[in-house]
């Protein structure tokens, strides 16, 4: 059983620029979420899809926006990145209906 | 609203002391609780849950129990070891919902 995986694992960033974080869930999971983790904070919800459709949102504006693709991978995109986006971007996939979530390592990003 | 409160650290502790990190939380409805563990540069892995009121976690010595009258999820450990050295985070996800509502966090270093 494959866990969740993120690309890449760091990355810098000017800002105004835009990224693509990158997640591939774990075998058997159909929904994914995406965290930030502000230094010095706890993660912070952005957003959930499922069947390839955004499944909720938290506080977080339209510029940060996501995928999810057939195979349950997904990414993260952010565009007119802010020095304020500096954070872990963390992915966590799992199964509709309950059981139990699985967390990637993250992507540091950070803007400069 | 959801929300989840963690005690402030830093903490430090000395080899095989008691550990006590203290987790208050508020919901609408009926959460699970749990407790993650981030060590440094790395991602979230989970070190233990419980589901419903009364319900006690436990995992590699750590352990807490689901509190309904007091809203609380106190986790505890008897004797740390330096390898417990982390930062801890309580969380909590509705049992209808699909995001977690993380705590800021509580550093722990443990010293020999």
């Known amino acids: 059983e494959t866990g969740v995986t993120q690309s890449p694992t760091h990355l810098i960033k000017t800002r105004g620029q835009q990224v693509t974080l990158r997640c591939s869930s774990q075998s058997g999971h159909n929904t994914v979420s995406w965290y930030q983790q502000a230094l010095g904070q706890g993660p912070q919800f952005i957003f959930q899809y499922y069947r390839e459709e955004e499944n909720g949102r938290g506080n977080f504006p339209p510029r940060f926006s996501g995928l999810q693709f057939p195979n349950y991978s997904s990414e993260l995109n952010v565009n007119a990145l802010e020095l304020d986006d500096s954070a872990l971007y963390l992915c966590?996939?799992?199964?509709?209906?309950?059981?139990?979530?699985?967390f990637g390592s993250g992507t540091r990003l950070t803007v400069v | 609203g959801n929300s989840v409160t963690q005690m402030e650290g830093p903490v430090t502790l000395s080899e095989e002391a008691f550990l006590t990190i203290n987790c208050t939380y508020t919901?609408?409805?009926?959460?699970?609780l749990f407790w993650y563990v981030q060590y440094p540069g790395e991602g979230l892995q989970l070190l233990l849950k419980?589901?419903?009121?009364?319900d006690k976690g436990s995992n590699k010595g750590f352990e807490a129990t689901y509190r309904k009258e007091t809203t609380s999820f106190h986790l505890e450990k008897g004797s740390v070891q330096v390898s417990d050295s982390a930062v801890y985070f309580c969380?909590?996800?509705?049992?209808?919902?699909?995001?977690?509502?993380f705590g800021t966090g509580t550093s722990l270093t443990v010293i020999p």
């Open positions: 919901a609408t409805g009926y959460p699970s």
């Open positions: 966590a996939s799992g199964l509709s209906g309950g059981g139990g979530y699985t």
């Open positions: 419980a589901t419903k009121a009364d």
């Open positions: 969380a909590l996800i509705m049992n209808t919902g699909n995001q977690f509502y």
